[in-house]
């Protein structure tokens, strides 16, 4: 299992996002409160965020190592601002290795993505079919041997033909759970102007910060609160959240496969 992190809004510091809040997600790297399977999640973190002034697609950063171990990282992340930030520390399902390849967030162009859970029966045929199931062009971009990539790779493809993120996630959501019955797949995929997340199988809270439909407005969807504000607000299992820079967050059930 992982723990992850998004936001949209104005500039935050990756410090004050990831680091210094009381229940950070590098407290949650030792110390999770709602996670249900593990109890570190040691075996690697990532973090990618998005410059528009530079370029638009995001810089990524990721190491197989624990986020508390690398002081690079605490040293630089009260330097870096970013209006878009998607992050995660992981802690590696068997049999996938602690290697920085199967770390997230994954990136493909303008689109990070990140996964917290599990496919059912990846590692004993599940991913063969999975990968017959992808386009030529997506297939030939996994690198890794975790689940998530793959995960990723069929979002991306749902995103090729059209759809939005949270219906790209949907629809990746329906199916696994199809091909594979209880699976956890708690997934965030985002461009830093609009963001899709999905609650299925493990906790997921959404955050909303200023006045709605305003600059100052901002979003943060994560695996649990990093503080105890009461405005953190428990996304049902079984649901999908959008959310577009400066607007609300929508919420809603997903479809059944």
Known sequence: MCRLLAYL????????????????LLRQSWAPRFQTRGTVNADGFGVGWYVPAVRPE?????????IWSDRSFASLAGTVLAPAVLASVRDATPPSPSEETSTAPYLAGRWLFAHNGEVRGFAAGGKV????????????????????????ALALDQIDAGAPPAAALEAV??????????SRLNMVLTDGEHLGATACGDSLFVLETGAPHGAQHSTVIASEPYDDDPAWVRVADGSVVAATRGEPSRTRPMVAA
């Not at 809004?9 to 950070?24: A, I, M, Y």
């Not at 997506?138 to 990723?152: C, K, Q, W």
């Open 9 to 24: 809004g104005p500039d935050r510091s990756l410090e004050h996002l990831l680091l210094t809040p009381p229940h950070s």
């Open 129 to 152: 079919a999975l990968l017959a199931a992808l386009s030529v062009e997506r297939a030939a971009t996994i690198t890794g041997t975790a689940d998530s990539e793959v995960l990723f």
């Open 173 to 182: 959501v329906r199916r696994i759970q199809t091909a594979s019955p209880g």
């Open 58 to 66: 995001p810089v990524q950063y990721r190491r197989a190592m624990p």
